[in-house]
């Protein structure tokens, strides 16, 4: 009982901690949206681009293999910050010297000395990454939500005040840099662990055995993620790079919450159970069941209003976004989904398997991308191959827990399968409903979402299905815990 309060207490700090970030992270995001042009966004796009690629080489791998090993030592942790310092140090010298072609190639002059500037985040990167393994491994998330709120927070301030003064894309840099270099600061005095000068090379041979498998299928993850914007970048103008950002962006800061929250809390949870099959699957079947409930309703109620929302909180220069919003809701809505396989596959320490899947889905994800660039030639197709890939992605992610933790796709599907069918019709009743009334956007919006929410609402007082009573029995444990701590 008590590790199952353990697991619910580091979830619920998990939680509050995505919430908190991206409510203020959204917020913020307005404000700046209305001060600066979507061509600003563009470059900030493209940006963020190599630096996530980059990322991938101090964030997974070793940062993974320090949180799932059984016996990790304090030399581990030390070793991997060399390391990682190391290669963040040897990458920003590369991406620096790479800035001025970059430019040229996606034909943005203006490109190269504020790339220059942002990709000094990947040094602090190497401090955090270690930090947060070390968080994880004790699943002690309150001292993410300090370091994230902080630095969001100041960040915020930083960036709004640059783009009232006028500096541009100078705001989207120094708000982006601001956030990591005080969520560094921040854990820095509340993490009680300093790098030692030590580096076991014994160690990292160990840890790079289980963790260059994450590495490699997360390299090729980013670059999923990401090649659709580095293809709209070359292809079409800036501002089309800024609205299918902007698109994407609004449902990935709901998704953010709720599947970072789950990566974080599933791996360290999942592996202290490896061992125990049916535990496994319970606590994995249990997460897929909760995520779908929640997520399916707000990304059909996001992509309904997607429209007068944006009119209302962006003004009319960005409903351009509306439709690849539309489409990465229901895209980003089946990422928990895809969370919950993989991480129960990485727990069980199958690293082997990730990167297959890994290597199938891309590859099947490239094939659609070409295809979609050669038979049609239009941004929203290459938006839309994101979709269908995620879709053939839950039957290969799926297809291996059948056999490790008896959890076959069609079970999968059956669970989430009422949370979908009710969620289409909540955003086929919006669609038709938008196109029937005459409404201002702030009453467009509100008057479709509060109906939406209704109808989910009424769907799960009347049906009652296992995952709302999971989650209702979940926050009232979470209640009585609140009520002895204060005790």
């Given at each position: 009982m008590a590790e199952?309060?353990?697991?619910?207490?580091?979830?619920?700090?998990?939680?509050?901690e995505r919430f908190g970030v991206q409510t203020i992270q959204f917020l913020l995001q307005i404000v700046l949206a209305r001060l600066l042009s979507p061509d600003h966004y563009g470059v900030l796009a493209l940006m963020i681009t190599?630096?996530?690629?980059?990322?991938?080489?101090i964030q997974s791998g070793f940062n993974t293999a320090l949180i799932q090993g059984k016996e990790v030592k304090d030399d581990d942790f030390s070793s991997v910050f060399w390391l990682t310092l190391g290669v963040a140090s040897l990458l920003?010298?590369?991406?620096f010297f790479a800035a001025p072609m970059i430019g040229r190639f996606f034909n943005m002059p203006d490109f190269v000395n504020k790339f220059r500037v942002l990709a000094l985040v990947l040094l602090p990167g190497a401090l955090n990454s270690v930090q947060l393994a070390k968080i994880s491994r004790a699943m002690d998330f309150k001292k993410v939500f300090y370091?994230?709120?902080?630095?969001?927070v100041v960040s915020g301030i930083v960036g709004v005040s640059l783009a009232f003064m006028g500096k541009g894309i100078w705001a989207l840099v120094a708000q982006n840099m601001t956030n990591v270099i005080i969520a560094s600061i921040v854990m820095w005095f509340t993490v009680k662990w300093r790098p030692q000068f030590t580096i076991n090379f014994k160690r990292l041979k160990v840890l790079f055995a289980f963790g260059w498998k994450l590495m490699a299928s997360g390299m090729m993850d980013v670059l999923y993620l990401e090649m659709r914007g580095l293809v709209i970048g070359k292809?079409?103008?800036?501002?089309?790079?800024?609205?299918?950002?902007?698109?994407?962006?609004f449902p990935q800061f709901l998704?953010?919450?709720i599947n970072g929250a789950l990566q974080s809390v599933m791996l360290p949870a999942l592996s202290s159970r490896q061992s125990r099959t049916s535990e496994v699957k319970t606590l994995m079947r249990n997460s897929i069941l909760m995520s779908s409930y929640i997520l399916f309703p707000l990304m059909a109620l996001l992509a309904g209003v997607s429209e007068p929302l944006i009119a209302w909180l962006l003004t009319d220069k960005w409903l351009p976004a509306a439709p690849y919003m539309q489409i990465y809701c229901f895209t980003l809505a089946l990422f928990p989904i895809h969370t919950c396989n993989l991480q129960a596959i990485n727990a069980i320490?199958?690293?082997?398997?990730?990167?297959?899947?890994?290597?199938?889905?891309?590859?099947?994800?490239?094939?659609?991308?070409?295809?979609?660039?050669?038979?049609?030639?239009?941004?929203i197709m290459i938006a839309w191959t994101g979709a269908i890939s995620?879709?053939?992605?839950?039957?290969?992610?799926?297809?291996?827990?059948?056999?490790?933790?008896?959890?076959?796709?069609?079970?999968?599907?059956?669970?989430?399968?009422?949370?979908?069918?009710?969620?289409?019709?909540?955003?086929?009743?919006?669609?038709l409903l938008k196109r029937i009334l005459p409404l201002s956007p702030l009453a467009g919006w509100l008057v479709l979402g509060l109906l939406g929410l209704g109808i989910y609402i009424l769907f799960s007082l009347i049906i009652k299905p296992q995952a709302y009573l999971l989650t209702r029995s979940i926050l009232r444990a979470s209640r009585e815990k609140m009520k002895e701590g204060r005790s």
């Open positions: 199952k309060q353990g697991v619910v207490g580091s979830l619920l700090w998990k939680l509050m190599f630096i996530s690629i980059a990322n991938v080489f920003y010298i590369v991406l370091s994230n709120i902080g630095g969001i292809k079409y103008k800036k501002s089309t790079l800024g609205f299918y950002n902007r698109g994407k962006q998704i953010d919450g320490g199958r690293s082997d398997i990730f990167l297959k899947l890994e290597i199938i889905k891309k590859i099947l994800s490239l094939l659609l991308l070409v295809g979609a660039i050669i038979f049609f030639d239009s941004p995620g879709v053939l992605g839950l039957f290969i992610n799926a297809w291996p827990n059948k056999k490790l933790v008896d959890y076959s796709y069609f079970e999968q599907m059956k669970d989430v399968g009422p949370y979908f069918g009710i969620s289409c019709f909540i955003f086929i009743i919006l669609i």
